[in-house]
């Protein structure tokens, strides 16, 4: 079915939108103009939490609402921009006082508190780099995370630090000090000592030199699964701010009296960039919740909040939609300006419901943890193409290109012809490498392009739309999941021959992780033991990676090369036709 | 037939152990959040929910789920539609 185009009348929008004109706009942008208008110049220092908080405060706003939290019991905190700032000093302050120095890595495994804003604000303010971890991981993921890394400090609450860290932290001697979010007292010492985070910070003074990085230091780092091999940790420097603020401008609409929900938890990019770092430097008030998603729960804060600004993914909306129009009829969301939403596409029939439901279209935009920021969107007062991700922002130039045998890439001019969508590098919140990974970091790049690894075509008015991975990652729930790290996770199981996962398609998740396992002999398939490797599976890697699905199968399709082809388990399970098989060695047998 | 509280409770307890086969049902605290007691996200909530209904024949609409994220008030309810 096809999906009208969404008009909109941009001259009755108010507040204006920040983008009406985008030729016009593409045009004339710069990010050196941006960068000036953070207050940058030439040769001077540039740091993101200072552009954050105390350019803020400069600007007269230290008594404006930064950041409301809600808490899970019903609780809520204020933090003005002069008291964020304040917590941010203390930390930093704590962080100098442990020894944690310019460029070493700060690690978050922590729910969404304050402690955790506080945190990632204050490291960025003492130098140091900010390395949030998605505390839904299990213990295997985690580990594999700080060791790349190296890990120096983490931050982490009593109990994700009993469960997930403590069995194997003396192998790593490079973490120096685990602070516990939610701990009373300082806990034993040497090497496996634990500092109540709390009571530390009181002791801080909550005024802070902040530390003179320029553009181009470390300041993040995020991971991001690889198809082969180990994750990669995704480095991006402070100059990310000036992309972050672009894209809070044109792609969020932020305007001054805004108050905006990113939904994404900060140990995802998407939390960080647009959880924390964007509606800071734009200067407006945002809402953090602690509780996970909950349908009436949400509609009751976007209601009793006034969130103008809304920032969600796909599965959330289509656990809405599931629920009916009739609730959200329930909520007074009239405040709410401008929904969008990121992770994975978001189908045209949500879109769709947006504008019947919220008066507004969900406005999809399009990026991944290398990109550090929105890349192709679709805007306030643009035209909404149900299905598509929309246009490149300002600054970014895309392609679809195609990669020739000899590893040479040629764009795709001809509309709506699929290939690889492919960004001219060299916006500020690109990453700057996988950290240890250089070879790795070369070869995402060739014929002066970034290479994403998206399958998308460009139709005759240059909006994007998704056609698929390039690889074998999977989209679920929003999180991108490398086959390699679940299959390993398996592979360690007794039973376990060999494995193979892929994605497959699900109404709400987007994808759900199913694995096909072939079984050592003297091992018999069936349900108990079904059982025993996904309940092996979710305590290594936690319920957000793990499968959700286990089959069993005598052997598992290969090339000659020993290759497992997880393509043609999927399109065999998607009842599709198989391709060219002629390279294969063995067979799938059931 | 009609459901005794206890076939209730076995059912609630089987599934989720079949929902999340990683969970030590032994100790949990039938009044503490499955979600923070057994670090189960939504997907694994909405299939839980799924096989309830399934395996008890009782409608649990979705409005209706935030009621069920404890062992206990999971019991509660179905009884309580059990009729």
Not at chain 1, 11 to 21: G, H, I, K, M, W
Not at chain 1, 28 to 36: D, G, H, L, P, Q
Not at chain 1, 56 to 85: E, V
Not at chain 1, 335 to 364: I, M
Request: charged share 25%.
């Amino acid at each position: 079915m096809d999906f009208a185009t969404i008009e909109k009348n941009a001259s009755a929008l108010r507040p204006r939108p920040n983008l009406t004109n985008y030729r016009a706009t593409r045009r004339v942008f710069s990010y050196e103009a941006v960068r000036r208008e953070l207050g940058w110049q030439p040769g001077g220092d540039f740091n993101i939490a200072f552009l954050a908080l105390e350019r803020q405060i400069d600007r007269g706003l230290g008594d404006k609402l930064a950041l409301r939290w809600l808490g899970r019991d019903g609780s809520q905190r204020d933090f003005t921009y002069a008291a964020l700032d304040a917590e941010a000093n203390r930390f930093a302050n704590l962080l100098r006082g442990l020894g944690v120095g310019r460029g070493e890595r700060v690690f978050a495994l922590a729910h969404r508190t304050p402690a955790l804003y506080a945190a990632a604000l204050g490291t960025l303010k003492a130098g140091a780099v900010f390395c949030p971890l998605f505390s839904q991981f299990g213990p295997e993921p985690i580990r594999a995370r700080m060791e790349i890394g190296d890990a120096a400090l983490l931050l982490t609450s009593e109990t994700l630090y009993r469960r997930k860290v403590e069995p194997w932290r003396r192998e790593l001697p490079g973490l120096r000090h685990v602070l516990l979010t939610d701990a009373e007292a300082d806990a034993s010492t040497g090497a496996g000592a634990t500092i109540a985070l709390a009571p530390a910070l009181a002791a801080q003074p909550d005024a802070f030199a902040c530390a003179d990085t320029g553009p181009e230091d470390m300041a993040l780092l995020h991971f991001t699964s690889g198809t082969t091999g180990k994750p990669k940790g995704v480095i991006h420097v402070h100059d990310a701010a000036t992309h972050h603020y672009a894209t809070g401008r044109f792609a969020l609409d932020l305007h001054a009296d805004d108050v905006f929900w990113c939904t994404a938890d900060p140990g995802w990019v998407t939390g960080t960039s647009y959880g924390i770092l964007a509606p800071l430097l734009h200067g407006v008030t945002m809402i953090v919740d602690e509780a996970e998603f909950e349908a009436e729960r949400w509609y009751g804060i976007l209601q009793d909040q006034k969130v103008t600004v809304w920032y969600t993914a796909p599965t959330a909306i289509r656990m809405l939609m599931r629920l009916g129009a009739e609730v959200a009829a329930g909520y007074d969301l009239s405040a709410l300006r401008f929904p969008a939403s990121v992770g994975e596409p978001l189908n045209p029939e949500a879109v769709v419901w947006g504008k019947e439901v919220l008066g507004t279209p969900f406005h999809d935009n399009w990026w991944q943890t290398e990109t550090g920021g929105i890349m192709i969107a679709n805007f306030a007062a643009l035209p909404v193409r149900p299905g598509s991700m929309g246009l490149p922002l300002p600054g970014i130039e895309a392609g679809i290109v195609e990669r020739g045998e000899d590893g040479s890439v040629t764009e795709i001019a001809e509309p709506d012809r699929p290939g690889e969508l492919a960004l001219r590098p060299g916006w500020p919140s690109m990453m700057r490498g996988y950290l240890h990974e250089e070879a790795r970091y070369e070869k995402a790049f060739a014929g002066g392009w970034y290479l994403t690894g998206d399958l998308a075509r460009r139709d005759a008015d240059g909006y994007y739309w998704f056609v698929g991975r390039a690889d074998d990652m999977i989209k679920t729930s929003g999180h991108l999941i490398g086959p390699f790290e679940v299959e390993s996770a398996l592979m360690e199981h007794p039973a376990v021959s060999e494995a193979a996962v892929i994605g497959l398609p699900d109404p709400v998740a987007g994808e759900v992780v199913k694995a096909f396992v072939a079984l050592k002999p003297g091992f018999a398939a069936g349900d108990a033991l079904a059982k025993e490797l996904l309940g092996h599976a979710r305590k290594r890697l936690g319920a957000a990676v793990a499968p959700r699905e286990i089959a069993f199968r005598s052997d598992l399709p290969k090339t000659r090369s020993g290759k497992i082809l997880r393509r043609l388990l999927k399109a065999r399970e998607l009842g599709l036709e198989a391709g060219d098989t002629s390279t294969l060695e063995s067979d799938e047998k059931r | 037939m009609s459901l005794t509280e206890q076939q209730i409770r076995t059912a609630v307890l089987e599934e989720l152990g079949n929902v999340a086969p990683d969970a030590e049902l032994d100790g949990l605290d039938p009044s503490e959040d499955l979600r923070d007691a057994l670090d189960i996200d939504s997907m694994d909530h909405l299939n839980l929910m799924i096989a309830l209904h399934k395996r008890l024949g009782i409608e649990i609409p979705e409005r209706d789920y935030p009621k069920l994220l404890t062992v206990d008030a999971a019991v509660a309810y179905l009884l309580a539609r059990a009729g």
